[in-house]
């Protein structure tokens, strides 16, 4: 047992950290192991690899911080590529938390819904709501 | 019988097939996005679509080989707004994307087994724009193409669009053929060494460059042909590495003949003279947003699309620069310096936006860029705090002058490359001593103690389009 979950922590350790953020002519992509690269988006500085996790039974989020933004009142930015489980379609690429590090904000979280054929992706920062047809 | 059935089939595949004209491309792999459909060279990669990834097609190229290249403006996501050209091999398995009809059904196009090289792509890149390659080997790919191209308007030779502003591709060669014939101007400024020079047309709006090339000399002007051979022996390894996109000018409706009063100040050259109409114009603007009425900080997602439905986008532009440039650094002025370095930061992020696709991006779109600027945020008064000022008040009347300082002001390469800055009182994880630039316009510095800002150069960012402008 304890060494099927050192195997499961292995195996979860190593998918985390084989993703990279590469830089290449002012744009920045993630890439995972397989050399499968997926462009990303800086909102102020070198992005960075966060986590991959489960959105739904189809659909994962590759997290990734995109960045600290502002000229008086700084947000640490963190992003999500939205893509398909079966063959990595990227159905888009949405905030997922603003963190304010100067003010007292604290962290504004994206409200991330899964209704039956659609995501809904509701922003208060920007106070903005994005529906993502599934196809 | 079996006759007219034959031809009743032949009638509808042929219908089906006039009305299967491809409209839009949906990613299957990561595609490289360019600015001119060439494709071997990272010197003209914008970026990348990411699989999934959705966009229009506006312009197709016939000039490839093998395959064709179609310029497309992506429709959605982070890139939504971005032009730029991808290119669709005639050999199935090299295809990275899917094109579809109007009705979103794949398009079937025939297959051809083809190499791909870069020695074709650099081919296409001394032919571009020209008759050379267009009936070159036609084969049955680039034939299925026919109908598309029928229904676009010929933009260059063997270019196709729907919007034929947004085409400016030219062959090396008929750059320096324009330069020769005085139809352009040598980019002098921008020349970065090597064996590629900028030129710029009369409006000094649209760029090009282009290679030079030993048999391109004798057609020169004998003063150029001392500067051009000068510069080309100072650099013995003439190989390019940067290769900047032309400045597309894309059409702006509702640009012309449609001011606010005051606002057609905005069209010719701005001097002090232009001051009391730049005056009437920011009262018509701030007229027509507010109507009279104080605006407040959470009449954010009503007003923010009124800017973008109300102004054109020349007033688009003087009202970013105005806004932005109170709310920002309307406390450290004078001197009003402070404040054009602000106008100078949304003039760089503009062009680098332009640089990268967004052909139609301009001074507001930077503005309005998500917790870019802080005082857009939510909650932030900054802005209508701006808005709500009378223009007599001493900060408007700052940023007045500084508009017409900015009007007048030549900035240096290093400068054109500063497109961030914050307050002395935060500390972003990007902050960094080696890219601070001291800022110095028209031999005046910026504060340097004291409450002020810091500048940097080449920190990483992204330009998108914000959610209020519907571009």
């Not at chain 2, 996109?245 to 059409?251: G, I, K, L, R, Y």
């Not at chain 2, 808005?387 to 500084?402: C, G, I, K, P, V």
Request: aromatic share 8%; glycine share 6%; proline share 5%.
């Amino acid at each position: 047992m304890k060494l099927r979950l050192a195997l499961l922590l292995f195996i979860f350790s190593s998918s985390a950290f084989s993703w990279e953020v590469v830089k290449k002519k002012d744009e920045f992509y993630l890439v995972d192991s397989n050399k499968k690269s997926f462009a990303i988006i800086s909102e102020g500085g070198v992005p960075s690899f966060i986590k991959v996790e489960s959105f739904s039974p189809e659909l994962n989020r590759i997290i990734y911080k995109s960045g600290v933004a502002g000229t008086s009142e700084l947000k640490e930015i963190h992003r999500a590529l939205l893509v398909t489980k079966k063959d990595m379609k990227v159905l888009g690429d949405f905030p997922v938390s603003y963190q304010s590090l100067t003010g007292n904000e604290g962290k504004v979280e994206v409200k991330w819904r899964l209704q039956k054929d659609r995501v809904i992706i509701s922003d208060p920062e920007t106070e903005t709501t994005e529906k993502i047809q599934l196809r | 019988m079996v006759s007219k059935l034959v031809i009743s089939a032949l009638f509808i595949l042929f219908v089906c097939n006039a009305w299967a004209l491809p409209q839009s491309i949906v990613i299957d792999e990561q595609t490289v996005l360019a600015s001119q459909p060439v494709f071997g060279r990272e010197d003209y990669h914008l970026g990348a679509l990411n699989p999934g990834s959705k966009a229009e097609i506006i312009s197709i190229s016939t000039q490839h080989e093998h395959g064709v290249s179609f310029q497309v403006r992506s429709t959605e996501g982070a890139n939504r707004g971005q032009v730029g050209w991808v290119y669709l091999s005639s050999d199935e398995a090299k295809r990275k994307f899917s094109v579809l009809d109007e009705k979103n059904n794949e398009v079937s196009l025939p297959h051809i087994p083809s190499p791909v090289t870069n020695d074709e792509d650099d081919s296409v890149l001394e032919h571009l724009g020209t008759l050379k390659r267009v009936n070159n080997p036609t084969n049955n790919f680039k034939r299925a193409f026919i109908p598309l191209t029928k229904s676009m308007t010929p933009a260059v030779d063997g270019v196709y669009s729907k919007i034929p502003e947004l085409v400016s591709v030219k062959s090396d060669k008929s750059i320096w053929d324009d330069f020769a014939s005085g139809k352009l101007k040598l980019d002098e400024e921008s020349y970065k060494g090597g064996n590629i020079f900028t030129f710029t047309d009369e409006s000094g709006s649209n760029k090009y460059h282009a290679a030079f090339k030993p048999e391109y000399l004798g057609s020169l002007p004998e003063n150029i042909q001392e500067i051009v051979k000068v510069e080309l022996d100072c650099d013995e390894t003439p190989t390019p590495s940067v290769r900047p996109t032309p400045q597309v000018q894309a059409a702006l409706p509702g640009q012309r003949n449609n001011w606010l009063p005051g606002c057609d100040v905005l069209s010719g050259r701005i001097s002090e003279n232009s001051k009391n109409k730049l005056d009437q114009c920011l009262n018509s603007i701030k007229q027509t947003l507010s109507g009279g009425k104080r605006l407040r900080a959470s009449d954010r997602t009503k007003v923010f699309p009124l800017f973008y439905s109300k102004l054109n986008p020349t007033e688009q532009e003087f009202l970013g620069h105005i806004v932005t440039s109170i709310g920002e650094a309307g406390v450290l002025a004078p001197p009003i310096e402070e404040m054009v370095a602000i106008m100078m930061i949304l003039e760089n992020r503009k062009d680098y936006a332009k640089s990268k696709g967004f052909s139609n991006a301009n001074v507001l779109d930077a503005a309005l860029q998500p917790s870019q600027f802080s005082m857009y945020n939510r909650g932030a008064h900054h802005w209508s705090d701006a808005l709500n000022r009378e223009n007599s008040d001493n900060q408007t009347q700052h940023a007045l002058d500084a508009f017409i300082k900015l009007k007048n002001t030549t900035l240096t390469p290093t400068l054109r490359r500063v497109y961030h800055y914050h307050t002395n009182s935060v500390h972003p994880d990007w902050k960094t001593p080696s890219k601070v630039v001291p800022i110095t316009l028209n031999g005046v510095s910026l504060r340097k103690s004291g409450k002020r800002h810091i500048f940097y150069r080449d920190i990483g960012w992204s330009f998108r389009n914000n959610p209020w402008s519907n571009k």
